[in-house]
């Protein structure tokens, strides 16, 4: 039996009874809300402290010298180390690099039903045409929604965080977040202003495609003007078409995007999984600074021909989508897919503040939190991109 059929020897959910501390109950229909935070809940410390991350120097092996051509923060008096070799991120291609990036046969691109609230850059005229973000925001309530969609299928890299950090930086500017949690096998609501899915194994990427197939929300809730964050799986379920189990499997085609272990003729040695850091420098129509994250796919992603919108960032290191134009990532509209985990918004609090902006129009400026100004700086300085 598939996971998102009614299971008939499960019996229906029942109100719950109300807590005993006289809390809100769950309505079961609008998912799981958050543990709510404290009102007052502030940065811990001043803005104006920016305390130094120090890296902890890994003890270095018999005959061997500590991280070889990196430097830790803690050796930043010290002259570099001599690198006995070039930091190795990644296995080394098993074929050559040109047969990676083969012409893509043509497809048809899918139909324009998104609406282009983000500019696309080879399209500067809809800059003028882009609604007025404090008009959308009249229109919502007031508490924003986000929605985790199947945290246990698509939130094995911890991208639930994701929703913790949108949660709070509304919380910290006075206004009212709720994150519905939306278990797999439940109906996804169609209300929310910000819908968020996360990485996860084949499997599990699988199952959670045929579910989001089968509702439709997402889809109806984008043509609405929600904000869309899908990461890595979530990137390629919202696309086009992805890879698992030894097949294609069709995604929501909410953007314009497909996915394949490798675009090399179907004899060629798969590419390697791609596991580590990844640093991009995000489209300049966004406005954001550098993004950081984590990657762990053997999915390889490009646009189809024709398709809106626009790569999310030019990667700087790492591998992100695999095409040859060194890119990570898609944009079109309101949704944003990327390879980035981390969780990307708590390392990268602009792009949640950018996503919050979409739905609410300009918010107060939002400083830090120290800590993470601090911790971005570290890792830019360990991986030897700052
Ligand atoms: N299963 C997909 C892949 O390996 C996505 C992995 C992930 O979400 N980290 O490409």
């Given at each position: 039996m598939s996971l998102f059929e009614p299971d008939p020897r499960r019996p229906r959910p029942q109100p719950p009874a109300p807590p005993p501390d006289g809390t809100q109950p769950v309505d079961p229909s609008r998912g799981h809300p958050h543990p709510a935070?404290?009102?007052?809940?502030?940065?811990?410390?001043?803005?104006?402290?920016?305390?130094?991350?120090?890296?902890?120097?890994?003890?270095?092996?018999?005959?061997?010298?500590?991280?070889?051509?990196?430097?830790?923060?803690?050796?930043?008096?010290?002259?570099?180390?001599?690198?006995?070799?070039?930091?190795?991120?990644?296995?080394?291609?098993?074929?050559?690099?040109?047969?990676?990036?083969?012409?893509?046969?043509?497809?048809?691109?899918?139909?324009?039903?998104?609406?282009?609230?983000?500019?696309?850059?080879?399209?500067?005229?809809?800059?003028?045409?882009?609604?007025?973000?404090?008009?959308?925001?009249?229109?919502?309530e007031s508490t924003t929604r986000i929605a985790l969609i199947y945290p246990e299928l698509l939130g094995t890299y911890g991208d639930g965080g994701n929703a913790t950090v949108l949660t709070q930086r509304l919380r910290w500017r006075g206004l009212s977040a709720e994150v519905v949690s939306v278990p797999a096998g439940e109906p996804v609501p169609a209300g929310c202003d910000i819908y968020l899915l996360g990485g996860g194994e084949d499997e599990p990427q699988t199952l959670a495609a045929e579910g989001l197939r089968r509702n439709k929300a997402i889809e109806h809730a984008v043509t609405g003007g929600a904000v869309v964050l899908a990461v890595c799986a979530g990137y390629q379920v919202i696309g086009d078409s992805f890879p698992a189990g030894g097949e294609i499997h069709r995604g929501l085609g909410l953007i314009g995007v497909e996915t394949r272990r490798s675009f090399d003729p179907p004899d060629a040695p798969l590419p390697p999984?791609?596991?580590?850091?990844?640093?991009?420098?995000?489209?300049?129509?966004?406005?954001?600074?550098?993004?950081?994250?984590?990657?762990?796919?053997?999915?390889?992603?490009?646009?189809?021909?024709?398709?809106?919108?626009?790569?999310?960032?030019?990667?700087?290191?790492?591998?992100?989508?695999?095409?040859?134009?060194?890119?990570?990532?898609?944009?079109?509209?309101?949704?944003?897919?990327?390879?980035?985990?981390?969780?990307?918004?708590?390392?990268?609090?602009?792009l949640a503040d950018l996503m919050l902006s979409l739905v609410h129009g300009s918010l107060p400026e939002l400083h830090g939190p120290p800590e993470v100004e601090a911790l971005r700086a570290a890792r830019l300085r360990a991986l030897q991109v700052a």
């Open positions: 935070y404290p009102a007052d809940e502030r940065y811990p410390g001043r803005p104006d402290q920016r305390p130094e991350l120090a890296l902890p120097r890994r003890p270095a092996q018999p005959g061997q010298s500590p991280q070889p051509g990196r430097r830790h923060s803690a050796d930043r008096d010290q002259p570099p180390a001599p690198a006995a070799h070039p930091p190795q991120r990644y296995s080394s291609p098993q074929i050559p690099q040109r047969q990676l990036f083969q012409p893509a046969s043509p497809r048809s691109a899918p139909g324009g039903r998104l609406p282009a609230l983000l500019p696309d850059p080879s399209d500067r005229s809809l800059a003028d045409r882009l609604p007025q973000p404090m008009e959308v925001a009249a229109a919502r999984r791609v596991v580590g850091d990844i640093v991009i420098e995000p489209d300049p129509a966004l406005g954001l600074p550098t993004v950081l994250g984590y990657e762990n796919h053997g999915g390889r992603t490009r646009s189809l021909p024709g398709a809106s919108g626009f790569p999310f960032g030019r990667v700087v290191l790492g591998l992100g989508n695999g095409t040859a134009d060194g890119t990570d990532g898609w944009v079109a509209g309101r949704v944003i897919g990327t390879y980035l985990h981390g969780p990307v918004l708590a390392q990268n609090p602009a």
